[in-house]
């Protein structure tokens, strides 16, 4: 352990109220220093604490309304986040459901080339023929549904947020729920322990 991340370990352990021994306020803080980005996140965090509190704290708000922040209250953002996802996905094709029956048919497809300039037309039909997975040339909800997979990391959202993980090993009091206080506390602990 670094003299930087061994003073944070003591400075958890001796500043923040209701840890008694050190070696708690090291396993706190080993939360966040297992993780391999946790230097270049230091580093962010040191050179900026202010903007890092407005960062982090910007990013409990989102997962949460309150700002608290737990393993619970993360994976209800997730979920949210993938259900908006699929909802986007869902509506791309059903955009092109000209006569409103909430599926994609051959004739709206033929609709479509009336009207979209041929390489969009291509493209989507392309989509469409992609997306009908018995063959039949309708696209419903199920069939758009069954061929997403996973949402790809560069769709965004926090699941992929280096934040995140930080911000769950800054609850100091071992709740396990880090408050919007806590990751304030976390960042001047780390300011401070820095200084010295």
Not at 96 to 123: F, T
Request: net charge negative; with cysteine; aromatic share 6%.
């Amino acid at each position: 352990m670094t003299p930087v991340l061994r003073c944070l370990a003591l400075a958890l352990a001796v500043l923040v109220p209701g840890l008694g021994r050190a070696d708690t306020g090291i396993e706190i803080f080993n939360r966040i220093t297992k993780q391999k980005f946790f230097q270049n996140e230091l580093q962010r965090i040191l050179s900026d604490p202010e903007a890092a509190k407005r960062r982090y704290l910007g990013v409990a708000f989102r997962v949460e309304h309150d700002g608290h922040v737990s393993r619970i209250a993360v994976e209800r953002r997730f979920r949210f986040e993938d259900a908006q996802w699929r909802a986007r996905e869902v509506s791309k094709m059903l955009n092109y459901d000209l006569d409103g029956d909430g599926a994609v048919s051959v004739e709206d497809m033929k609709e479509m080339e009336q009207i979209l300039p041929s390489n969009n037309a291509a493209r989507i039909r392309a989509r469409h023929f992609a997306a009908d997975r018995d063959g039949n040339g309708t696209v419903t909800v199920p069939e758009i549904l069954s061929g997403l997979g996973e949402k790809p990391a560069e769709v965004g959202g926090l699941r992929n947020s280096n934040e995140i993980t930080v911000i769950l090993g800054m609850d100091l009091d071992g709740d396990g729920v880090t408050t919007p206080d806590e990751i304030i506390a976390a960042i001047d602990l780390l300011r401070d322990a820095a200084k010295r």
